[in-house]
């Protein structure tokens, strides 16, 4: 435990000490910031149109503020982050090879497994100050406007899992290769493919369909959004989490043996 | 302290330890000496923990490195050959996180990075980060993550390479007085470093011993009968025949046409006996220029090059 806790604060620390974490967090509130006013300049466009012209209104069905900002929103911000992640965890594994650190972290007296949950919840930290950091969004919604708060609520909770599962398989990319951009670019298109293999559960049988849009992200993230917590879609995360924190301590060994 | 038996390792089909077998009395730094490619970091490394071995036993303070490595981990300072340290860390921090990492209690953290850092004379430097330290500095830094949690055993990896001459100095004299209640296993290529900080040597190459003994013994060893190197300013041919018939000599050879009629010669000296001053005195006798006599000893450089070169 104890040696969890100063791996876990050695890791946050040097995100800190390095630039990544603010570059990181920088775009991230840029891109997203500007989804946000996008989203909103809509939503008061067509409010607005709505109010001079009944015919406005009814072609959008409800108008309100969950469906047209927040729902849109955590789309996009989960879209961000699908392009922002790997570039989080990518030094993780990777550096310390090349570097050559790895070498004495590996001859301490630690477990390989406190040394990965310590840098898998040093790169969770950083994502969660990310998402509390957007909260201003949602905030300012609550302030002009009249939000449900459980869709918030429980598409927050969405992030937090789907940002949990992208870290668990960027870590297990980055202790692939002592290549960071290689390391970045297996995590993209790992990622990607879990995203998009459910566009592909149309075009087969039914039946296999259905398991391919089990296995991708998309059908999962999108009861949070509506304000759904399924313990399906819990177990999905969670299972996608430990599966490639399992890998990554698999690999971590064959290391050893291979040399 | 350390006992090694039998040791392989592959590495896919090259096997880089052929069954390594040597042993380290406690309190003793043992150099560990060969070429290049020899084994040396790899047999670290599996003391340290890093991998396992192929075959064979290694234990470290009485703990099997293979079914304890945790037990041995807590017992040993390892230094790698090229000094791995994170860049972007400030040098106490680093000293601190390492103390943890080795269960040192926290109360007492501060103090014993305190004590190492002054051994190793980094207090200067305590409050810069690692990546703009000198090579030197970093050495120190390395050595000092070493020795934070007071290790029984110290694993050093080539400990002085590319430091300056005054760096390579300081870090010797930091090795020897570490010794004593310490177990010290070197590894080195650099010969002189081996006679001045070891007692015991091991030379290996290709993967397997080829020689354990002190540095004094491995260079009577190797010499066997004395030679004596005389620089003699005359005519060769006379030279050779008249130093013949000096009591005690048994053959004496040119080794080197220097300048002029200067040549150097190698004299082989009969056992038991010492035949300097009837040398000196026949070469005076003759009229000739004794420029230069000495004993030839083999330095660990040759003694080295003959055992690994050997077939």
């Not at chain 1, 922002?84 to 090879?97: D, G, H, N, V």
């Not at chain 2, 230094?79 to 000293?95: A, C, F, G, H, T």
């Not at chain 2, 000096?246 to 040119?254: C, F, P, Q």
């Amino acid at each position: 435990m104890r040696n969890f806790y100063l791996i876990f604060k050695k890791e946050l620390k040097s995100y800190f000490t390095s630039p990544i974490a603010y570059v990181v967090i920088t775009i991230f509130m840029v891109i997203s910031g500007y989804f946000f006013y996008n989203i909103v300049a809509t939503f008061a466009t067509i409010s607005y149109q709505a109010t001079i012209n009944p015919m406005v209104a009814k072609q959008y069905g409800l108008l309100n503020v969950t469906e047209i900002v927040v729902r849109p929103l955590f789309g996009n911000i989960s879209v961000i982050m699908l392009l922002m992640m790997p570039l989080l965890t990518m030094r993780l594994f990777s550096e310390e090879k090349k570097t050559g650190t790895i070498e004495l972290l590996l001859t301490y007296p630690v477990t390989d497994m406190e040394v990965l949950l310590g840098k898998f919840f040093a790169c969770l930290a950083v994502f969660v100050l990310m998402l509390v950091l957007t909260g201003t969004y949602p905030l300012l919604l609550i302030i002009y406007g009249q939000p449900e708060i459980g869709p918030v609520i429980t598409g927050y909770l969405g992030l937090l899992v789907l940002g949990a599962s992208f870290i668990s398989l960027g870590i297990f990319a980055s202790s692939l290769s002592e290549n960071q951009i290689i390391a970045a670019t297996v995590a993209f298109g790992a990622l990607i493919f879990f995203w998009m293999m459910s566009f592909s559960s149309a075009l087969v049988d039914p039946s296999i369909g259905k398991i391919i849009s089990y296995i991708s992200f998309t059908d999962h993230l999108e009861a949070f959004a509506k304000g759904v917590v399924d313990t399906e879609d819990i177990i999905y995360y969670a299972v996608f989490i430990i599966l490639f924190m399992f890998l990554t301590l698999r690999i971590l060994e064959s290391n050893k043996w291979r040399g | 302290m350390i006992e090694v038996e039998n040791l392989t390792k592959n590495y896919g089909s090259y096997q880089a330890l052929k069954g390594i077998s040597f042993t380290v009395k406690k309190g003793e730094i043992l150099g560990f000496l060969g070429p290049n490619g020899a084994g040396k970091t790899t047999t670290m490394r599996i003391l340290t923990g890093f991998f396992p071995a192929t075959s064979g036993k290694a234990k470290v303070a009485g703990f099997d490195v293979f079914e304890e490595p945790l037990e041995v981990k807590k017992r040993i300072g390892y230094l790698p050959e090229n000094v791995p340290l994170y860049r972007d860390m400030v040098v106490s921090d680093y000293l601190r996180f390492t103390a943890g990492i080795k269960g040192i209690k926290k109360m007492d953290i501060g103090d014993r990075v305190r004590k190492v850092m002054q051994d190793c004379a980094l207090t200067d430097v305590s409050h810069k980060l690692i990546g703009e330290l000198s090579k030197g500095y970093r050495q120190r830094v390395g050595l000092a993550q070493a020795l934070v949690n007071d290790p029984e055993v110290l694993i050093l990896d080539e400990p002085t390479i590319g430091l300056d001459p005054k760096q390579i100095i300081e870090i010797r004299k930091l090795i020897k007085n570490l010794a004593g209640k310490r177990t010290i296993i070197l590894s080195t290529h650099i010969l002189p470093e081996v006679s001045m900080t070891c007692q015991r040597v091991v030379i290996i190459n290709k993967g397997e011993v080829v020689a354990v003994d002190t540095p004094q013994n491995l260079t009577s060893k190797i010499y066997g009968r004395n030679k004596l190197i005389i620089r003699i300013d005359g005519p060769s041919g006379d030279i050779q025949r008249e130093l013949k018939t000096v009591r005690g000599v048994d053959k004496v050879e040119v080794k080197e046409v220097m300048s002029g009629s200067v040549s150097e010669y190698i004299v082989d000296i009969k056992e038991g006996e010492d035949p300097r001053r009837w040398v000196a005195s026949q070469v005076v006798k003759n009229g000739w220029g004794l420029l230069e006599m000495r004993p030839l000893e083999m330095s660990l450089e040759e003694i080295f090059i003959k055992l690994v070169t050997k077939e």
